[in-house]
């Protein structure tokens, strides 16, 4: 699950760099973006927020999955966890594409079921 969520990032990148790039110029984008511009907005500025929401998340998950397994209490339950957390991140970049902004907001609520990779970490086996 972390190489496939490592793949889902490198996607997160492109998608939102290039959506920019379309909607303020590939001069823009080769230049030394040192001038305020205004924000991203529909498509390109729903990408760009996923991103950083994903940014946000994807090192503590990377953690958490280097720490069980440097603990050697990697169990079912982690890998669910694991699994759980990339099937969550799937949905809410899925739903960036959707016509309906409220989708990608409810989305936001897998994230709650996300723990149990963490408390795997934190109590052991159960």
């Known amino acids: 699950m972390l ?3 490592c793949v889902l990032c490198f996607i997160h990148i492109v998608l939102a760099s290039h959506s920019a790039s379309f909607q ?3 001069r823009w984008t080769a230049s030394a973006r040192d001038a ?9 500025g729903r990408l760009e927020k996923a991103l950083r929401n994903f940014v946000e998340t994807f090192p503590v ?3 958490a999955v ?3 397994h440097a603990a050697g209490r990697e169990t079912s339950l ?10 969550a991140r799937l949905v ?3 739903s960036t ?3 309906f902004p409220c989708f990608a907001r409810s989305s936001g609520t897998s994230r709650l079921l996300e723990s149990p990779c963490f408390c795997q970490l934190r109590c052991g086996p159960c």
Do not use: D, K
């Open 66 to 68: 280097f720490l069980v």
């Open 61 to 63: 998950f990377v953690a």
């Open 24 to 26: 303020r110029g590939y």
């Open 78 to 87: 982690s890998e669910w966890g694991a699994g759980l957390y990339f099937s």
């Open 97 to 99: 594409h959707s016509v």
């Open 92 to 94: 809410y970049f899925r």
């Open 36 to 44: 305020e511009v205004p924000p991203l907005t529909g498509m390109a």
């Open 3 to 5: 190489a496939a969520s």
